[in-house]
């Protein structure tokens, strides 16, 4: 293991705790350094409260925090939703941000990520991927997931194409999002979980030359039953991604192990001397 990815490693002793809710797209604290603003972007199925322990734990190291919830705004009938809708609910969320941002996104949240980077390069300092997928051009997270031989997520997938949604099976969810959840947590996320628009799942995304240009970092979630490692791994090669840092953690680190999710958040999202 080269010693960066040794040195995260050993950050990742965390405790565990409760699941607080955050609010949507609204800064939870002003940092007085010139570190960039956190901007916490959930994946599917889940809303902005996921982030709340890591949120809070960030604000406590003193940094800004911004938690977007993707389905915010004028509501729209799930079958009308579009990719372009998750766009721009991040980017109202940081029109009055002075300075670029730091994206970080989870599972789905990595093509809302790379969508907003393409579209506002200028807008973003780094993106970092944590569990997530890292689309390349013409990507959907359909495309992505099929092509995950590793992936569990069949075992629970569900569509309704008379609604135009999709949804985590209740008997599978603990397993697939919360495997290495405190039994609490795992039901309490199960029961939290939400159903999904499925035009976005299944949308491309265009990529090109201002994304390309956007620094990338991965936080590769190694015990992850949704997005396979092997995955992980394949899309940040492929992505030419930069840092990469291992976390021992299920497919939602942030309910599991958020003391040591932030911290690595935190550590790759600071400037660097």
């Not at 491309?204 to 620094?215: Q, W």
Request: proline share 8%; charged share 20%; with cysteine.
């Amino acid at each position: 293991m080269p010693p960066g990815l040794l040195w995260i490693a050993l950050l990742c002793g965390a405790a565990v705790g409760a699941m607080p809710s955050a609010a949507s797209a609204r800064p939870a604290a002003t940092a007085a350094h010139a570190d960039p603003t956190i901007v916490l972007v959930h994946g599917a199925f889940l809303d902005a409260s996921s982030w709340g322990e890591v949120g809070n734990a960030l604000v406590l190291r003193g940094r800004r925090v911004i938690a977007v919830d993707l389905r915010s705004g004028e509501p729209r009938a799930a079958s009308e939703r579009t990719l372009a809708d998750y766009r721009q609910a991040v980017l109202a969320s940081i029109a009055s941000e002075s300075s670029p941002v730091a994206l970080v996104g989870h599972s789905f949240g990595g093509m809302t990520i790379a969508a907003v980077a393409e579209a506002a390069p200028d807008r973003v300092e780094r993106l970092v991927f944590i569990g997530a997928y890292i689309p390349s051009n013409g990507d959907s997270l359909q495309r992505l997931a099929a092509a995950d031989r590793d992936s569990r997520t069949a075992e629970g997938f569900v569509v309704d194409p008379r609604l135009g949604i999709a949804s985590i099976d209740r008997g599978a969810r603990t397993a697939l999002f919360c495997s290495d959840c405190p039994p609490s947590v795992g039901q309490a996320a199960a029961a939290s979980m939400l159903a999904e628009p499925l035009p976005p799942l299944l949308e491309p995304v265009v990529l090109s030359a201002p994304y390309a240009g956007v620094e990338k970092r991965q936080i590769r979630t190694t015990l992850d039953p949704v997005i396979s490692p092997r995955q992980q791994r394949w899309m940040a090669d492929r992505a030419n991604v930069g840092r990469r840092v291992l976390l021992r953690a299920g497919h939602s680190p942030f309910l599991s192990r958020p003391e040591a999710t932030a911290a690595l958040i935190d550590h790759l999202t600071r400037q660097e001397p």
